[in-house]
């Protein structure tokens, strides 16, 4: 069936960076757009941005745009995250999710970001 | 950006009721809607799309409705899994933006 796994948490330093990663199985890993979306304690919902799995192109959501990086690896099925200079702000659960409406989700990699 | 707005905020209910959700847009996206259930501790999960096509194995007491900026998703028969927190999304023109979800929980 399909999936996306995750790797597992992190916890980071003020000023770091961290990067995740989400490994497709189950279907053609270039066919589906992957996004990244995270979500703070307690809070809502909040879409970082897109990756083309076909050709690698990117859309970031502007309060990331600065900071963050997204990449893939075809060989693997593999798409990854990197966001640096890390907050405490930024300490939430990162998910990876299919398409444009997500039909499919990670189970989540929580960072902590603490000193 | 596209703001996404969800009515109310917490709504209080009991097995076998039948809630309302709703959600706006604050511009036109068609009907490039989606509605995902979010447990404790869990992923979302897909519910909708188009606003209005049930996802594959979802169950039938889950409806949406609703074009343009207007949108709503009801819930018919309350199961326990249910009590969740349910979430829009609009995917018409990036970025892909969210509402701010409305929690059932338990009258």
């Known amino acids: 069936q399909v999936q996306l796994l995750q790797s597992a948490a992190e916890v980071k330093k003020p000023g770091a960076s961290v990067k995740v990663s989400c490994k497709a199985s189950?279907?053609?890993?270039?066919?589906?757009?992957i996004s990244w979306v995270r979500q703070a304690p307690g809070q809502g919902l909040e879409w970082m941005g897109w990756?083309?799995?076909?050709?690698?192109?990117?859309s970031y959501a502007q309060n990331f745009q600065d900071r963050v990086n997204f990449t893939r690896d075809i060989s693997t099925s593999t798409a990854y995250m990197e966001l640096r200079s890390l907050s405490i702000d930024d300490t939430a659960v990162y998910y990876c999710?299919?398409?444009?409406?997500?039909?499919?989700w990670g189970q989540g990699t929580p960072v902590t970001v603490s000193s | 950006a596209i703001w996404m707005t969800q009515s109310p905020s917490l709504v209080s209910a009991s097995t076998g009721d039948t809630v309302t959700i709703s959600c706006r847009s604050s511009?036109?996206?068609?009907?490039?809607l989606a509605w995902y259930r979010q447990k404790p501790g869990r992923a979302p999960e897909l519910l909708i799309s188009?606003?209005?096509t049930l996802f594959s194995g979802v169950s039938s007491r889950f409806s949406g409705s609703g074009s343009g900026t207007d949108f709503t998703l009801t819930i018919s028969g309350l199961q326990s899994e249910d009590f969740a927190t349910y979430f829009c999304?609009?995917?018409?023109?990036?970025?892909?933006?969210f509402g701010q979800g409305t929690t059932v929980d338990i009258k």
């Open positions: 999710a299919r398409g444009s409406y997500f039909d499919t």
């Open positions: 189950g279907y053609n890993f270039r066919d589906r757009a």
């Open positions: 990756l083309s799995a076909y050709n690698g192109g990117t």
């Open positions: 511009q036109d996206i068609i009907t490039s």
């Open positions: 188009a606003a209005s």
């Open positions: 999304q609009q995917y018409y023109s990036f970025p892909w933006t």
